[in-house]
Structures are given as structure tokens and as C-alpha cells.
T-cell receptor, first 112, second 113 residues
Framework: EPEVTQTPSHQVTQMGQEVILRCVPISNHLYFYWYRQILGQKVEFLVSFYNNEISEKSEIFDDQFSVERPDGSNFTLKIRSTKLEDSAMYFC??????????FGPGTRLTVT | KQEVTQIPAALSVPEGENLVLNCSFTDSAIYNLQWFRQDPGKGLTSLLLIQSSQREQTSGRLNASLDKSSGRSTLYIAASQPGDSATYLCAALTQGGSEKLVFGKGTKLTVNP
């Protein structure tokens, strides 16, 4: 069964460094998403991406964040200058028809 | 603004018991509602999705119901097993063009052997 994959599973970085989180969505899906979950808190929406552009973003998704679909298979989330409060589990999701999102296993980001 | 609440936050039951997890949402104009399972430190596994036009969905020992008018969904787990121990999340997709899922905080279920 096709699934969303994410790499790395765990990333440790120092404050102020740039990180890129990578996702491979399900191959025939058209809608792509990033969510995050700070330890002990709710899963929060960050951004949705369709037709090679951002279709919706939350107030969390400020200028420090960017997304890209550099080729036909990968979908990336870049954080330009990480802060301690960016430490969280980041989930990628994809969807074919914009009504059922399939989630990847997540990348745990630890900012020290 | 859609808000999703799950009660209780934690639940501990003996093996074999039938149980109900509750989810409430403030905006009844939902497109669908999904139930997920999350194991500690792991990703989100989709369990059931109920479209707004549906009243319930079933998968094995799981049954999810949806009552839009009251802003509630329930997840019923029959004959619980220790392997069902996990956190269960519900998430609503609201009508009106937004593509984001709004999640509850989850119910942490422990099934004791």
C-alpha cells in the first residue's frame, strides 16, 4: 500500500541553523501539507500546497518557513533560522482529492 | 474558527471492555471528520473517515459516528485489547475552502491485561 515517507526521522540542530525536512508524498496525490506537534500539544496545521504554490498557511508559518516541491516526488519544508520553540514533530501529509489526508511518520526536530 | 475538543484526556480500562471516546467540534459546517491513532513518538495512522453526509463508519472493532447538528463524533471500540493502547485523535475538515485539518488534543487510552 502506498505511503508517505519522511526523512530524517530525527534531526538535531543548533539554534540559528537552517534545516530542511523532506517528504515523499503518495505518487498520484495532488495536495500536500505540513503540520507540527509540539510535545504534549495538539497537531497544528502549518501550510498546504497545490499546483506548485501555497494554497493556505497558518499564522505560525512566517517568513522563517518555506516549502518547495523541487521535483516530481519530493516536498520539503525549510526553516531558515531555527529557534528553540521550533522543536517539535513535523508531519507531512498528502491527499489526492482534498478530502482525506494521509500522514507520514514524522520528523522529530530538536533545536539545542 | 473551528475548535475540536476531546474528552476524556485519558482513559484506563481492563481488557475486553467496550469503550467510547468523544470528540466535539464548534463549527458544524464540516466536510468530514477523521479519527487517527498515534503511538508514542510515532506518526498518525488514519482509522476512520466520516463524510458529512454519513452518520457512521465501521472498521473491524471500531465504529465512528457523526452528529453534525450537535457537533459531536464518537469512536466506539469493542472488546478492547492491550494493543489498542495509544492516543486517539479526531480532526475536522471544515467547509468553506479551508484545507486544514483541525485536531483535538487526543484521548490517551490504556488497556490493561
Amino acid at each position: 500500500e502506498p505511503e508517505v515517507t519522511q526523512t530524517p526521522s530525527h534531526q538535531v540542530t543548533q539554534m540559528g541553523q537552517e534545516v530542511i525536512l523532506r517528504c515523499v508524498p503518495i505518487s498520484n496525490h495532488l495536495y500536500f501539507y505540513w503540520y507540527r506537534q509540539i510535545l504534549g500539544q495538539k497537531v497544528e496545521f502549518l501550510v498546504s500546497f497545490y499546483n506548485n504554490e501555497i494554497s493556505e498557511k497558518s499564522e505560525i508559518f512566517d517568513d522563517q518557513f518555506s516549502v518547495e516541491r523541487p521535483d516530481g516526488s519530493n516536498f520539503t519544508l525549510k526553516i531558515r533560522s531555527t529557534k528553540l520553540e521550533d522543536s517539535a514533530m513535523y508531519f507531512c501529509a498528502s491527499d489526492r482529492f482534498s478530502y482525506e489526508q494521509y500522514f507520514g511518520p514524522g520528523t522529530r526536530l530538536t533545536v539545542t | 474558527k473551528q475548535e475540536v475538543t476531546q474528552i476524556p484526556a485519558a482513559l484506563s480500562v481492563p481488557e475486553g471492555e467496550n469503550l467510547v471516546l468523544n470528540c466535539s467540534f464548534t463549527d458544524s459546517a464540516i466536510y468530514n471528520l477523521q479519527w487517527f491513532r498515534q503511538d508514542p513518538g510515532k506518526g498518525l495512522t488514519s482509522l476512520l473517515l466520516i463524510q458529512s453526509s454519513q452518520r457512521e463508519q465501521t472498521s473491524g472493532r471500531l465504529n465512528a459516528s457523526l452528529d453534525k447538528s450537535s457537533g459531536r463524533s464518537t469512536l466506539y471500540i469493542a472488546a478492547s485489547q492491550p494493543g489498542d493502547s495509544a492516543t486517539y485523535l479526531c480532526a475536522a475538515l471544515t467547509q468553506g475552502g479551508s484545507e486544514k485539518l483541525v485536531f483535538g488534543k487526543g484521548t490517551k487510552l490504556t488497556v490493561n491485561p
